[in-house]
């Protein structure tokens, strides 16, 4: 069982950062990688940065510059930095995580959420 436990959100004013993080705990042989995906009301849920194992990148293009995602020194942990925050960043958001398990092969985990509000 993999489980992934996030923290970090809460409420911004616009300009403002904060920073998520996540931990993946569990029957974990690999992680091919890790990152946060969003869904604000009535919008679909998207990829907004992800790491793999070989440290690539990759950031949704209306937070490049603004977000830095980055793996622990373990590599069970991932964080992302989120500056400069503007109101369209407000959602929920989810860790996220393609993991080798002990038992299977790749599967997706995802976090119970955190909700990140950017508001005056």
């Known amino acids: 069982q993999v489980q992934l436990v996030e923290s970090g959100g809460g409420l911004v004013q616009p300009g403002g950062a904060l920073i998520l993080s996540c931990e993946a705990t569990g029957s974990i042989y690999s992680i091919n990688s890790m990152g946060w995906y969003r869904q604000a009301p009535g919008m679909q849920r998207e990829l907004v940065a992800s790491i793999d194992s070989g440290g690539s990148t990759f950031y949704l293009d209306s937070v490049k510059g603004r977000f830095t995602i980055s793996r622990g020194s373990i590599e069970s942990a991932v964080y992302l930095q989120m500056n400069s925050l503007k109101s369209e960043d407000t959602a929920v958001y989810y860790c996220?995580?393609?993991?080798?398990?002990?038992?299977?092969?790749?599967?997706?985990?995802w976090g119970r959420g955190s909700l990140v509000t950017v508001s005056s």
């Open positions: 996220h995580a393609n993991v080798n398990s002990t038992h299977y092969g790749a599967m997706d985990y």
